[in-house]
């Protein structure tokens, strides 16, 4: 069985500044670990996914996002925050290859004050 | 590459009708699709699994006679929302999963609203 638990349902960041958006992870197996973006109205969007590599992944648009298995977190960073990124974030979780039935957080919503 | 197209991105029906929603990837063949909903300010709720050639599995809670899944080929599955109710308004996401890689790539979505 998995779970995500992404904490904090809304974060709101000024342009520039750091983005933090935190997601912990529960799996009885060796997880594989996924990002998603989503606008108003669209579908999803891979940001980036961890698949039992690197631990420290890079993604698309400056995200990157680190696998700690000791914490069972993976949380996604960027640097510096840009309007742009104002979206919906989901992280997910999915049961490695061959198990690709995700199981989604409930999201985080990035406003981004200018 | 990996290109998912989900139609219609819209669709307003009356109650008692039946809707079908399309998902078709264009670039790859995807032995898997998978089927969610996704309700204001929600997640994403699996729905069903579909490969190609056999039949959907459903998720718990979910009437497989109210939400008809068809996978004919390996770049088509569709979902048929069948005698529509107000309740069954919703955004309705499709994932396809190209077999050589590890994860599913989405379509735009499809929002459904029965009146």
């Known amino acids: 069985a998995q779970s995500v638990t992404q904490l904090g349902s809304h974060v709101s960041v000024s342009e520039g500044a750091l983005v933090l958006l935190r997601c912990n992870y529960s799996?009885?197996?060796?997880?594989?670990l996924f990002w998603y973006v989503q606008y108003p109205n669209q579908g999803l969007q891979l940001l980036l996914k961890?698949?039992?590599?690197?631990?420290l992944v890079k993604g698309i648009n400056g995200f990157e996002a680190e696998f700690k298995k000791s914490e069972t977190s993976f949380h996604l960073t960027k640097p510096s925050a840009h309007m742009s990124d104002a979206a919906e974030y989901f992280c997910?979780?999915?049961?490695?290859?061959?198990?690709?039935?995700?199981?989604f957080g409930t999201g985080t919503r990035l406003t981004i004050i200018p | 590459g990996a290109v998912v197209s989900q139609h219609p991105s819209r669709v307003i029906c009356k109650s008692g009708t039946s809707v079908k929603i399309e998902c078709r990837s264009l670039?790859?063949?995807?032995?898997?699709m998978f089927w969610y909903r996704q309700f204001p300010k929600q997640s994403l709720m699996l729905m069903a699994t579909?490969?190609?050639?056999?039949?959907?599995?459903?998720e718990q809670g979910v009437e497989k006679d109210k939400f008809l899944i068809n996978h004919a080929s390996l770049t088509l599955s569709t979902l048929t929302v069948t005698s529509a109710h107000p309740e069954d308004s919703s955004f309705y996401i499709c994932?396809?999963?190209?077999?050589?890689?590890?994860?599913?790539?989405f379509g735009q979505g499809t929002r459904l609203t029965v009146v």
């Open positions: 670039d790859f063949q995807a032995t898997t």
């Open positions: 997910a979780v999915s049961g490695g290859f061959g198990n690709e039935k995700l199981t």
């Open positions: 961890y698949t039992s590599a690197a631990t």
């Open positions: 994932s396809a999963r190209d077999g050589r890689k590890t994860e599913a790539f």
């Open positions: 579909s490969n190609e050639g056999s039949k959907a599995t459903y």
């Open positions: 799996s009885s197996v060796p997880p594989y």
